[in-house]
T-cell receptor, first 113, second 111 residues
Framework: NAGVTQTPKFRVLKTGQSMTLLCAQD?????MYWYRQDPGMGLRLIHY???????AKGEVPDGYNVSRLKKQNFLLGLESAAPSQTSVYFC????????????FGDGTRLSIL | GENVEQHPSTLSVQEGDSAVIKCTYS??????FPWYKQELGKRPQLIID?????GEKKDQRIAVTLNKTAKHFSLHITETQPEDSAVYFC??????????FGTGTSLTVIP
């Protein structure tokens, strides 16, 4: 039981390049989330999903797209990377229903040059 | 949307002393308040949570209190140990979909 797994762990991109971050969970959780963490700003929600085939915008969705084609996977895409997207990205998942805690992955450290 | 403020941003205590971190929230509809601990380079991990129908919850050396009227909640760590050194985040949720995080408190326990 691996929990929440994020790939890759590290990546360096050039401005304008595209890439996809993968999040996989093996806990059969309904909800999945993508956050970015920047120094002094806590965790900010990019996009989230309440179930397979559904996605919704969070606080900072601009420049990102997501897909949830399978219940266990949540993909975060950067179509044209910008230096402002340099950050640590965390994926999280949780059970359905109210008041359920989130479980986080180990994060992806992304640098855009 | 919800706005969560967290204080202090940094906190240093002597080993064995208590540490208190406070958070305020803006939306009175928020009803779930988890606390996460994040060690350097690691993932955030849930350490305790509280629901709006409860005023206080304890788990060994950690406790959380909630004041719904004042819209604030606090994390209390007693008998601090060096391994308590980390960044602590509070969060609030009212829809069950989105969570709003504070900006974090860096706790240092001095041996």
């Amino acid at each position: 039981n691996a929990g929440v797994t994020q790939t890759p762990k590290f990546r360096v991109l050039k401005t304008g390049q595209s890439m996809t971050l993968l999040c996989a969970q093996d806990m059969n959780h309904e909800y999945m989330y993508w956050y970015r963490q920047d120094p002094g700003m806590g965790l900010r929600l990019i996009h989230y999903s309440v179930g397979e085939g559904t996605t919704a915008k969070g606080e900072v969705p601009d420049g990102y797209n997501v897909s949830r084609l399978k219940k266990q996977n949540f993909l975060l895409g950067l179509e044209s990377a910008a230096p402002s997207q340099t950050s640590v990205y965390f994926c999280a998942s949780r059970k359905g229903g109210y008041n359920q805690p989130q479980h986080f992955g180990d994060g992806t450290r992304l640098s855009i040059l | 949307g919800e706005n969560v403020e967290q204080h202090p941003s940094t906190l240093s205590v002597q080993e064995g002393d208590s540490a208190v971190i406070k958070c305020t929230y803006s939306d009175s509809a928020s009803n779930y308040f988890p606390w996460y601990k994040q060690e350097l380079g690691k993932r955030p991990q849930l350490i305790i949570d509280i629901r709006s129908n409860v005023g206080e919850k304890k788990d060994q050396r950690i406790a959380v209190t909630l004041n719904k009227t004042a819209k604030h909640f606090s994390l209390h760590i007693t008998e601090t140990q060096p391994e308590d050194s980390a960044v602590y985040f509070c969060a609030a949720s009212y829809t069950g979909n989105q969570f709003y995080f504070g900006t974090g408190t860096s706790l240092t326990v001095i041996p």
